[in-house]
């Protein structure tokens, strides 16, 4: 199974894409990322309508949709894990996580989503959202593997 990230906007060098270079390389599957930017200055809704096709163009065929959305649903680290180990055991191609920008999600790719997930019910800025995706991700991988990352 591949893993892929779309994400809004263009990391530039900060801790935050430190942050998630450092779990992004320590994930075993294949993980992608997927910067998309709408350059023209739109209104706020029609920028977050833009910004979702631009997140749907960048999906792969065959992947799974999950979305990162304060409106989804909060699951423990063990729930994480047990999903994406759900998905591979049913042969998902590619597992993909869209992360919105500053007005969030487009309701078309919401609506796409086999998984709305929350980080609780905070908004967190998109480029920390992706750190915390990449060491959930690796933390998912060391459950499914049964290491002792998770408990120390």
Do not use: C, N
């Not at 998309?36 to 910004?51: D, F, I, N, Q």
């Not at 959305?69 to 063990?78: I, Y």
């Amino acid at each position: 199974m591949r893993l892929a990230i779309l994400a809004v906007g263009r990391a530039k060098a900060s801790p935050e894409r430190e942050l998630y270079r450092h779990y992004a390389q320590r994930i075993v599957w294949p993980l992608g990322l997927s910067e998309v930017e709408e350059k023209r200055k739109l209104a706020p809704a029609e920028t977050k309508k833009a910004e979702g096709r631009l997140l749907l163009a960048a999906l792969p065929k065959d992947a799974a949709p999950w979305a990162l959305d304060p409106r989804g649903k909060a699951l423990t680290s063990e729930e994480f894990a047990a999903r994406i180990a759900r998905e591979r055991d049913a042969g998902t191609a590619t597992l993909a996580f869209a992360i919105g920008g500053a007005q969030g999600l487009a309701e078309e790719v919401l609506q796409r989503a086999g998984l709305k997930l929350a980080f609780g019910t905070l908004t967190w800025p998109h480029m920390l959202a992706r750190a915390m995706l990449a060491e959930q991700l690796y933390r998912a991988q060391q459950i499914i593997a049964g290491h002792p990352y998770h408990r120390g």
